[in-house]
């Protein structure tokens, strides 16, 4: 057993694996928030997060968890008793529905199977059947983290310009930001919701708001209760370089350091790294003889795998095999996967034989939990990344 | 000029001066916060929080600044359109004030002159004038951080029972939580608001609310929307030692190394040593021949001191030059005192002689800024150090 | 290519991988040398430090290398002239020959085909033949960093003792402390020599040399002049728990933790990973088809693996490849291995998917490089990590 | 008492407070000492370490303490025998000149009353009688931490030059280099000896020496036997950018982030800061009424000062008071300055203000101690300070 020597693998699909130089960022002395340093600070980082979103415009910076982000989006820019559409494309689709209607809103939930994406197809239905445009939003979630699955958001984005509906589009990126190809803009998206532990490489507690004009512009006769999540005067002090209330500056040093390692990689290398890295996860899962649970080809996650088994087999109890044994945490089945599937983060600071690590760990641990496969999965991984 | 070695003076009333041991805790690798070692740390540290609330009952830990552990008091015990009680003691409660307003509440905002506390007395004829009990909650702030004055909060308490009025009693305890005496089952507060940057010596980025089984049953009729701040899945996420959502793990690092401070130094050890760092310090100020803003005795702060200049000083002027000269952030006057004093921070991890450094600071500060001063101040403080 | 993001994976024989907490550990304030904190510091280390070397004896502490620690032993315990006895093991027994010729010794220098460490029976039979007892000292290299060829300490102890002979037996355990089971004590050595950057765990910066009763006398008559690798002083000034000299204050912090951590696992265990970590690299290094360096099945190391290529192929180009396309540093071969051998390090803070994402590199380079390898090398491995 | 919370001050004449910067820079993950990056740091921290010894030429850096260095510098430019000419112009001159005489060297020691420097007078004196050039070099300590005397090198070359004498110059800057200023080139000194734990503001742990073109002359025929201190083998693997033994690569992390510092500083601006603390503080101590020990003005030290008690004061009373009461560290009084003295270290990463909480604390022990002062010495400070 070598459970406490070595670094601990933390191959959840988030938190991440903070890098070094993150942390040691985040170590920095507390200054103070209304000083010049600061403002150096926070004008750095609201400047350079913004291309990471692929906008041009403000992106908002909460002290909160993503979960926050998402109570951002849906109270700036909505009123009691507004319709949404929104899709059961997992748990945590679910949960942002159940948000919306603690929060007095109408939610059309579309059903589905947990291992597609929403359809766009069904989008371009529902918006053309609302003639009165009583839909106000339409909420997606980019990168489903309970199931490894990434919705088409451009061709959601083409669904709703074809149906003429002046919804807005509120995507929750949480685990896709910083790891797969995302653009605020140039799809079209109103609010993007995000947070820092996942593709962004910090520890948590930022959330994210990028906000499109129009969303601005709904904003001011959205009429939820709001103050702590209230974007006007966040952006209003943003201009100055400052915030309304004291910023949680240790993290956004951190998010500077963050930053400076996704520029130099750059967006593409990292988007590239993540879908190769994906790529050698499946051809693993496969040899091995498993399934992914991912359905359709077209939306496989590349930040994220997870893992179907056999109803004879407990996922719950492979995963703690490979953590007593090899001391790597994987991420549960959730909600109705609960035991069905485990999870394998690909995503943030990973590298090749990290993942050739993680893969063997996962591959042996099956083996130990008495899950029959083939021994090639690693081998298939290996040839993907060896190109 | 010595603006660039040595260590910053961060003598703002917080962000304090984050301990060593407490950044390097936070540098900790981010765990998985499903897993049994998060477990551990959050049981850890929602049980060792308790008593420096002064309670035996759960505390709430929010990843937000001290303003969203407001609202979460507010949203979780009110309802649209109840009346509230408050008090102009400063700067904040004014903000608070503010808040309420605009999530849907009703204040009664009694007039104060920024230099005075909470009137106990007028707590009481309030109340008693209120023979309907439409005042669904009082708001106080303990210790105003603009002002450097402690409201009396068990005299308070002791007006609204002589009222025998039902309202609940909401605190905000940012700038005293860990500096200043505070008991929160013993002196009856429903709602105690805090947050980590103060007397936790923590960065910023944790709200706390520690709440009486009254407010919890307060809780269950309330009606505002909330969804993030909702105290029912946290506690009962907490329960199990986890959270509903993805937790600050790295600030929850620091504040295990926080508590462990506290707890080594004792709490009545902490508040004694505040206590006589703030004696320390209006002693200088009164021997410079200034005046200290607070203007009862029995509410001096022991965490900050506003000290007021003439109208003919601008005591922006002599943080600049303090800053320049010195490398020392103090705090600005807020709303109403802008340019009319500047505070001196002598919370959280803090010593004799760093307050040394700090008001030998102050006085050449004063000094050079051509504020007129009796030069023995800073020897006055050294007799109240030296005992 | 995925060079610049994840974890860099530094399997050379050392310096090894720091653990996280190690180096938190380092980043303390440094403290008054002469002061009490600092007593209760070297007081635990100093103590803690024994067992690791099998000793109940002092050990001292030099902020020096590794080789500084090697010219400690000698010019401590010799006198300019005196003949040692030494063994051709390898690149670093070569260079500690050099040393002691440079001192001023006469180094009687066995030759070796740098593949099998030292052999019992020469030892026995040259001392047996040196009748007039003019070898003062015998220079082992216990395991060859160079090579991966640990010597059986045990029985070149027995065939000193077999030929009844005097000379004193200086052990170089520079890559097998705290990594390979070593008993400076039982196994009768006189002084051990080592270093921080490898089992310990630690940055590179300290050397070690624990000493025995015999070793201190022999210290008596010694003449190589000497001052600052000088026992006394430091052993009197240890006594007090301070040093003789301004002590490495930061790393002993870091040797403070790392000791924690051996503590922690249990130093049987520590060795039993490493023999299985060891025993896992053979099989995957027999399973491609190459050759182990090491030509004795009884001295194969358990802290590096050299693994022998061809004529035909350079062993350096492979190690290039690898660090380009995997961001993983090997260890070259040295001396007159250059080009011929690449030495994979498996020792210090280390677990079965660090050591399974290693030699996924190895066997991808390999592969990307040309050499004509079995590709089930890695499978064997894990064959033996599963168990 | 406060001993418990707030920072340390660590007022000795060093170690010094490590910038928080350099510890984070520390904490960096150890690299392979032979690949790209080891290359990258050595080159940079090799040439930009120069311009602290005022030099154009190599730099030597080991592992080891300041005394490591001050061997370094006899053994690699003298031979058994030779004699040197040494001064007692405190604790660590006579230190050095026992390591002399115990490498085998002959030491002509000219006394003194540990008060003053090296008198450039008697330099000239003794080479003038010493026609047959038998003395092979002068030993001067440029700053005596023992006593805060700095000796007056450039009048001392003058002397040497005056007497048309070969005799090299061996000067110990430990405690004046990157605090006080030094010109290894223009001063035509021969061997600059020095260590990381002042002024370059790093932890103990890296000893230097500055090398002049007659002194790696003198080098080739100098007979003391050496190897670890051997410059030759260091300036060869250091035009590759390495070292012939495994570097201390942390504390080279650190280096790099303490040249930084200083260079943004700037070296005038560094020295002339430490020129401006060293007035202020004796500035003090002649407003106390108490006596500073260097007894010739041109002498000052800018980096330490020795303040005299009266035979009725035990200095080290003083110094415990301080530690208990105020939680800072002075130095002690040295050798027969035992208990008559104690010294304030104001070199290193130091400001205004912490110099001010020092003399503050300083001020207050006295008084507590029963020493009778004028309270007005720190507002003396505080003048000079203010400019």
Redesign the interface.
């Known amino acids: 057993m070598?459970?406490?020597?070595?670094?601990?693998?933390?191959q959840?699909p988030?938190?991440?694996?903070?890098p070094?130089?993150v942390?040691?960022a985040?170590?920095?002395?507390?200054?103070?928030?209304?000083?010049p340093d600061f403002a150096e600070l926070a004008q750095d980082v609201l400047r350079r997060v913004r291309p990471v979103f692929g906008t041009d415009r403000p992106v908002v910076i909460y002290?909160?968890?993503?979960?926050?982000a998402w109570?951002a989006a849906l109270v700036n820019t909505l009123s009691?008793g507004d319709r949404v559409l929104a899709f059961e494309t997992g748990h945590f689709a679910t949960l942002w529905r159940d948000?919306a209607e603690?929060?007095?809103l109408v939610v059309d939930f579309v059903p589905g199977d947990w291992r597609r994406g929403v359809d766009p197809a069904v989008v371009a239905e529902r918006l053309a059947a609302d003639e009165q445009h009583g839909i106000a939003a339409v909420m997606v979630v980019h990168n489903e983290t309970s199931t490894g699955v990434t919705s088409r958001v451009p061709e959601i984005r083409a669904a709703i310009d074809e149906a003429n509906h002046p919804a807005l589009l509120l995507v929750d990126t949480i685990s896709s930001l910083g790891s797969i190809d995302y653009r605020h803009d140039e799809w079209g998206v109103d609010v993007t919701v995000s947070?820092s532990?996942k593709g962004l490489m910090l520890?948590?507690?930022l959330g994210f708001n990028a906000i499109s004009e129009k969303a601005l512009t709904a904003a001011e006769g959205a009429r939820?209760?709001?103050?702590?999540w209230?974007w006007t005067p966040i952006l209003e002090a943003n201009e100055r370089s400052f915030f309304?209330?004291?910023?949680?500056?240790?993290?956004l040093y951190g998010l500077r350091e963050a930053l400076s390692?996704l520029e130099?990689?750059g967006l593409p290398n990292?988007f590239a790294?993540h879908d190769?890295h994906a790529e050698a996860t499946r051809a693993a899962v496969r040899a091995w003889g498993l399934e992914v649970l991912c359905a359709d080809e077209r939306e496989h996650s590349s930040s994220l795998t997870a893992v179907r088994l056999g109803e004879e087999h407990d996922a719950n109890k492979v995963r703690e095999v490979i953590?007593d044994?090899?001391?790597?945490?994987l991420g549960?089945g959730l909600g109705k996967l609960t035991g069905r599937v485990f999870r394998i983060g690909h995503l943030g600071?990973?590298?090749?034989?990290?993942?050739?690590?993680?893969l063997?760990?996962v591959?042996?641990g099956l083996?130990?939990s008495g899950v029959p496969i083939d021994?090639?999965g690693?081998?298939a991984a290996?040839e993907v990344?060896?190109g």
Chains 1, 2, 3, 4 share one sequence.
């Open positions: 070598a459970a406490n020597s070595g670094r601990h693998f933390l959840i988030g938190p991440t694996n903070v070094d130089s942390l040691r985040m170590a920095q002395p507390t200054i103070d928030h209304r000083g002290p909160s968890s993503g979960t926050g109570e009691p948000m603690g929060l007095g947070c532990q520890p948590p507690g939820l209760p709001k103050s702590y209230n309304p209330y004291t910023p949680p500056t240790n993290l390692l130099a990689e990292v790294r190769r953590l044994r090899f001391d790597m945490s549960a600071d990973f590298n090749d034989l990290t993942l050739a690590g993680t063997a760990g591959q042996m083996e130990l021994p090639n690693l081998q290996l990344l060896r």
